[in-house]
């Protein structure tokens, strides 16, 4: 199948983030340039992996202030970018390779497609 483009622009893929996360981030509005931060979610708080229970895992752990928003849950959109563009990179990669894959599919022949169990 094709590799479909997972996000269409920096503030798409925003808003699914803040959806996947809307746990994290329910109340809380971000401007056109504020986006959540990765490190707490838009939580503004983390636990920290010393408290980690191996029964209760962070169930009764203690939160403390994230690091890198200092609890305000926004970071900048220079912040966010890279992760943006590393899921673009991905799917460029994927879909150069899927390319390629369909150029040497189409010079089988039907049977040698159908041994091979491919669709073109
Ligand atoms: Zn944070």
């Given at each position: ?5 997972p996000y269409?622009?920096l503030q798409?893929?925003?808003q699914?983030?803040?959806k996947?996360w809307s746990?994290?981030?329910?109340n809380?509005?971000?401007?056109k340039n504020?986006?959540?931060c990765?490190k707490c979610?838009?939580?503004?708080k ?13 169930k009764?752990?203690p ?7 200092q609890?305000?849950?926004k ?7 890279p992760?943006?563009e590393?899921?673009i990179?991905q799917?460029r990669?994927n ?9 040497i599919?189409?010079?089988l022949?039907?049977?040698e497609?159908?041994?091979l169990?491919?669709?073109?």
């Amino acid at each position: 199948m094709k590799p479909k483009r997972p996000y269409r622009s920096l503030q798409d893929c925003k808003q699914k983030y803040l959806k996947d996360w809307s746990y994290y981030v329910r109340n809380k509005r971000f401007t056109k340039n504020e986006f959540p931060c990765l490190k707490c979610h838009g939580y503004g708080k983390v636990h920290k992996d010393e408290d980690y229970d191996t029964i209760e895992g962070y169930k009764l752990a203690p939160w403390y202030t994230c690091p890198q928003c200092q609890g305000t849950s926004k970071i900048d959109i220079e912040e966010f970018r890279p992760r943006y563009e590393y899921y673009i990179k991905q799917w460029r990669e994927n879909l150069a390779e899927w390319q390629k894959r369909q150029k040497i599919l189409k010079k089988l022949t039907p049977a040698e497609q159908k041994f091979l169990a491919l669709k073109v």
